[in-house]
């Protein structure tokens, strides 16, 4: 959309708003009841119009308010509700401490050199069996992920060191793929688990130890591929160019890689050892300072520039959350139609058993897309989840889900980095992704068929 037509709806928009009467109504989702007839058809609209945006690619912003204010002269709702709305969902996105914390400080360790360090180390480890670095890159895409629930962010700065080691591997590339979807989808620090969580009404820490095992499964998966694509191809290391980790020892590199596995160590296996130990040890403030004091000790950042960095970390899921909070207020607006209890009715005539496969398979085929915005799918599909009572595993299947079909998708961040970071047109990397990244969803929805 340009500029002009952009202002025409807007203008509309408003003129809508102040030329219909409406009424001013509150009520809890899962409490309202579905219209029927011609009032239920009506209520899906407003959905529709919303997703039709997206896969339009205008801004999910701009979509939440088209489809919300339609949805406000539908269910006669009025302005203050809808002020309502968006002064409590905002707070509830940003509210989301720890994972906040999380991303921010894995950012500081990406910045401070960290995985560029690992990786260095894994090269010099393998001995010339680049096979294996392709193996060590996606765990440590995948590791990195996880800790900052960022898989754009991720990939834009391992992918290069990827493609400066062993050079374009379509099956690497799709591995890596995989690998960030799995883990910013289920990560204890991403803007995904997140909105799962607030929908699901559970906590991040519950949601992400009940997805870890499926996790693992997937970037095990991951791993294979990496391995058997650049054996396969018979890849090998590429020359050292400007290289400033090539000429440290090993004990350098080591030390610089060490807040890195220390911040690796206390968000995964932190609250195990919180709970064998009978206290909190490894809570997010200890592990923030000891992770700041490890920067400071053992890279050439001061204290000063790992706190900076620390904070500058933190834009990125700020700034979402935000976005996410304003556009869930929008969709928070059209549930009050009744849209979600319409959707959950139809969806309740299913079998019983195919139901998860369903809506994992609707995450998938939505995101593919939609992808660049994976937290706004997250809060047009989970809704219905939640009000058919989807455990959080299942929740967490459509999440998987939606996050695997982004790795298909022409407009998703992670793509856009793998692109530039290996230097190929995105369509190139797009059809690489699709036949692998298919028989990986294709596996997703047997597991959620048989475990959900």
């Not at 610089?256 to 911040?263: D, G, H, N, S, W």
């Not at 369903?358 to 995450?363: E, P, R, Y």
Request: net charge neutral.
């Amino acid at each position: 959309m340009n500029k002009k037509q952009i202002g025409k709806l807007i203008i509309s928009l408003i003129s809508i708003i102040f030329l219909f009467p409406t009424a001013t109504f509150a009520e809890e989702i899962e409490n309202i009841q579905a219209p029927t007839g011609f009032m239920a058809i009506l209520s899906i609209v407003p959905l529709v119009i919303v997703l039709t945006l997206l896969f339009l690619k205008v801004d999910m912003v701009i979509s939440g308010l088209v489809g919300g204010v339609i949805a406000m002269v539908i269910g006669g709702i009025g302005l203050a509700e809808a002020n309502k709305q968006l002064l409590e969902a905002i707070p509830t996105m940003l509210s989301i401490t720890v994972p906040i914390i999380n991303s921010a400080i894995a950012m500081a360790v990406f910045k401070s050199g960290g995985y560029s360090a690992a990786l260095t180390l894994a090269k010099r480890g393998t001995k010339g069996r680049v096979e294996w670095v392709s193996v060590f890159i996606v765990v440590l895409l995948a590791a990195a992920t996880y800790m900052s629930g960022i898989g754009g962010g991720s990939a834009m700065v391992i992918a290069p060191l990827a493609f400066a080691a062993v050079g374009v591997v379509p099956e690497l590339i799709a591995a890596m793929s995989l690998a960030a979807a799995v883990s910013f989808t289920t990560s204890p620090a991403s803007l995904e688990s997140s909105i799962v969580s607030q929908l699901g009404k559970f906590e991040v820490a519950d949601y992400v130890s009940t997805m870890r095992p499926y996790w693992l499964v997937f970037v095990a998966i991951a791993m294979v591929l990496a391995f058997w694509g650049t054996k396969h191809r018979g890849v090998g290391f590429k020359e050292e160019e400007n290289d400033e980790y090539a000429e440290m020892s090993n004990g350098k590199l080591w030390k610089i890689t060490f807040p890195a596995i220390f911040l690796l160590f206390a968000v995964i296996l932190g609250p195990v050892v919180n709970s064998a130990i009978g206290f909190e040890l490894f809570t997010p403030l200890v592990y923030m300072i000891v992770t700041l004091f490890l920067i400071y000790l053992c890279t050439d950042f001061s204290l000063n520039k790992s706190v900076d960095a620390m904070i500058d970390g933190s834009t990125y899921i700020l700034t979402r959350l935000f976005q996410v909070g304003i556009f869930l207020a929008f969709i928070n607006v059209i549930a009050q139609t009744g849209t979600f209890s319409v959707i959950a009715g139809l969806a309740s005539s299913a079998p019983t058993a195919i139901m998860i496969p369903v809506a994992v398979l609707t995450g998938i085929l939505i995101g593919v897309p939609a992808g660049a915005y994976v937290g706004s799918v997250l809060t047009l599909v989970l809704p219905v989840a939640v009000s058919l009572g989807f455990s959080p595993l299942a929740l967490g299947f459509v999440a998987m889900g939606v996050g695997m079909g982004s790795q298909m998708s022409f407009v998703n961040i992670t793509m856009q980095a793998l692109s530039s970071g290996f230097q190929l047109p995105i369509l190139d990397i797009v059809k690489g992704n699709v036949k692998w990244i298919s028989l990986a969803s294709v596996l997703l929805l047997v597991i959620s068929f048989i475990f959900a």
